[in-house]
């Protein structure tokens, strides 16, 4: 062994006990803060910390005083925000978390960023976009972003990402939520994203256990049913969960649904023990923190006396009692049974430990106040819009391509792009703009027969479907009349067609082979329109393969993939390993030095 050989190893064996000993020292600092904050807790304060209210930044003064009122009565765990404003809740926050003897953990459903809840921040791409990537390294520096973006605004736990696989076309509240159908590809995904964001310090949490992916009903409004064997679930709905458990995940969100062959009745999953104290922690030995999905949806149950329900759902074994109907009643009953049974007294006091724990993971032994110089605009930052433009590439899914059609080389040749759908963003006429000479049409029924009429002296004609982009659950199905237009475009012109939608609208629209060339999309979002005019002229490859069975015509994982040509493609400095501050450095000269006439221009 050389001397040089023997220094490296050294000095690596020196690195390996430093980060041993920094992580026992971790370890031992977080052990010392649960203890000391369990010491001085009452018995009423360690039931409220059972306790995560709704709150929500667009409802007034009102509501905010309601919510301190919460903290002073029941010392409750933390707050789950929803609707309104990054300023308006950072400054909720900070006045919550200052009203609170304990700290407050801050959470929200953020599956595709801040803006599934909060207006005036950035989107990125529904979990079934994400899906169609390859790349999961991608997937990690986006969840690291995402979990950048809650950090920075006081959020402590995402719960995020779903874990469902979504068999069911019909589903009606997971679908474009889940990132597909197939467990093997789901999993590394969704924890790719879900090791991004606790990266940076905020709580993952995988959901809806024991999975909500093969229902044709919401469990806000109902309680949705699987009636599959237990064997059967362990093969499809519980797979996910159980391979991810290997992962060491955080916590898992318990759903309300009703599925005898683990319950042997019809309660709800969330309030069974069966499901979450024998399944989850005994069988699956998961340790993390066990949550119930909302407790004032329909599917927790109706008809029960205050408090009861989550009364059920604390003896079915859960950690945090999510949107209580009643906390103060559900606290009560909860202290009652407490008090009479020194096992229950025990549970309680283990589950308030790992609330705590959980607590320190996220930072909360430090002082939380969130400073909102500056928060909008480090909410809405170009590291999102660069990660997500990746993304997007790696996503854009090829279905069609006969006689190779695309990539189509760039050229003077004119080209013809008809928008149809909903709300059409823009970044897809200006890429596509870059790379050549291109005509709008805008499509409506009236304006039909014109647009027929000058397309017949196109030999390029791309048409684009868009969607709804605002959220997942608006409707992705293309209507008669524009199926009648490209019926009607197809005998007189080739066509390529890119479809900024769910792959479910795929499903008998017949018409999608009438292209020469499909290209999915999946959701009305700049980074995927300029993706997706990368894919048609070859600046970048097509290279996405698809989550989801999309009609007969293409099965999971269908997808064709092209080589790019040598020409220029869209995006940032970043990524082609070139510094953007350095740029505009070497910009801010050149303009001095020409303003100073010392030369009349350069090239760099």
Same mark, same amino acid.
């Given at each position: ?12 064996? %020196? ?106 921040? +950035? ?16 997937? %990690? ?144 030995? %998961? ?14 149950g109706n008809g029960l006396p205050p408090g009861e329900v989550e009364f059920r759902a604390f003896m079915a074994g859960n950690d945090v009692l999510l949107f209580p109907r009643n906390a103060k009643a559900a606290a009560k009953k909860i202290l009652e049974a407490v008090e ?115 397309? &017949?002296? +196109? ?5 684009? +479907? ?32 890119? %479809? ?26 700049? &980074? ?77």
């Amino acid at each position: 062994m050389t001397t040089d050989l023997s220094k490296i190893l050294l000095t690596l064996g %020196f690195a390996a006990l430093f980060q041993s000993a920094q992580a026992q020292r971790a370890t031992n600092d977080q052990k010392e803060w649960v203890d000391s904050v369990f010491a001085r807790l009452s018995l009423e304060q360690q039931v409220g910390q059972l306790f995560m209210l709704p709150a929500y930044s667009n409802k007034g003064d009102q509501h905010f005083q309601e919510l301190l009122k919460r903290v002073e009565e029941l010392q409750v765990g933390g707050f789950i925000f929803f609707q309104g404003g990054p300023i308006r809740q950072a400054h909720m926050t900070n006045k919550l978390q200052l009203a609170s003897e304990i700290p407050l953990m801050i959470g929200m459903d953020a599956e595709w960023g801040l803006s599934m809840r909060l207006d005036s921040t +950035y989107t990125f791409p529904w979990a079934m976009t994400l899906g169609a990537t390859e790349d999961t390294a991608l997937l %990690f520096d986006l969840g690291r972003e995402m979990g950048k973006q809650c950090k920075r605004l006081g959020v402590h736990w995402n719960f995020a990402p779903v874990l469902d696989l979504n068999t069911n076309p019909d589903n009606p509240i997971i679908n474009a939520r889940s990132f597909g159908e197939v467990s093997e590809r789901v999993v590394p995904r969704a924890m790719a994203v879900a090791g991004g964001m606790e990266s940076e310090g905020v709580l993952a949490c995988v959901k809806h256990f024991p999975g909500h992916g093969d229902t044709d009903s919401d469990s806000h409004k109902t309680l949705p049913s699987i009636g599959k064997s237990k064997e059967q679930l362990l093969e499809t709905e519980l797979k996910p969960f159980r391979q991810a458990m290997q992962h060491g995940v955080s916590a898992v969100m318990i759903a309300h649904l009703n599925v005898p062959a683990l319950t042997s009745s019809s309660i709800p999953t969330s309030l069974s023990p069966s499901v979450v104290s024998d399944l989850l922690r005994m069988e699956f030995g %998961f340790e993390g923190l066990a949550v119930t999905d909302a407790l004032n949806m329909a599917g927790a149950g109706n008809g029960l006396p205050p408090g009861e329900v989550e009364f059920r759902a604390f003896m079915a074994g859960n950690d945090v009692l999510l949107f209580p109907r009643n906390a103060k009643a559900a606290a009560k009953k909860i202290l009652e049974a407490v008090e009479a049974d020194p096992t229950l007294k025990s549970s309680l006091a283990k589950r308030v430990k790992r609330i705590l724990r959980a607590k320190y993971r996220a930072g909360l032994h430090r002082e939380q106040q969130v400073e909102t110089k500056g928060l909008l605009e480090e909410l809405n930052n170009d590291r999102a819009l660069r990660v997500t433009d990746r993304v997007a590439e790696s996503a854009v899914t090829l279905l069609v391509n006969r006689q190779k059609t695309i990539p189509w080389s760039p050229s003077t040749e004119d080209v013809a792009l008809v928008i149809m759908g909903d709300e059409p963003g823009t970044r897809l006429e200006e890429s596509m703009s870059f790379y050549s000479d291109t005509k709008v049409f805008y499509w409506s029924p009236s304006k039909e027969t014109g647009i027929l009429h000058e397309l &017949s002296d +196109y030999d390029r004609i791309h048409v684009a +479907y868009y969607t709804n982009g605002k959220s997942p659950w608006k409707s992705y199905k293309v209507g008669e009349k524009s199926r009648s237009f490209l019926r009607m475009l197809a005998l007189q012109n080739n066509f390529i067609f890119s %479809f900024f939608g769910n792959p479910y609208g795929l499903n008998g629209f017949e018409e999608v082979m009438l292209a020469d060339a499909l290209i999915l999309a999946y959701q009305n979002h700049p &980074s995927l329109e300029r993706a997706s005019a990368q894919v048609i002229f070859g600046a970048v490859p097509a290279k996405g393969r698809l989550p989801v069975k999309a009609d007969h015509s293409f099965p999971a994982l269908s997808g064709i993939p092209t080589e790019a040509l040598n020409i220029l493609r869209l995006g940032s400095a970043e990524q082609v390993d070139m510094d953007e501050d350095i740029l505009r450095r070497i910009d801010g000269m050149m303009d001095t030095a020409m303003e100073a006439k010392a030369f009349p221009g350069a090239q760099v």
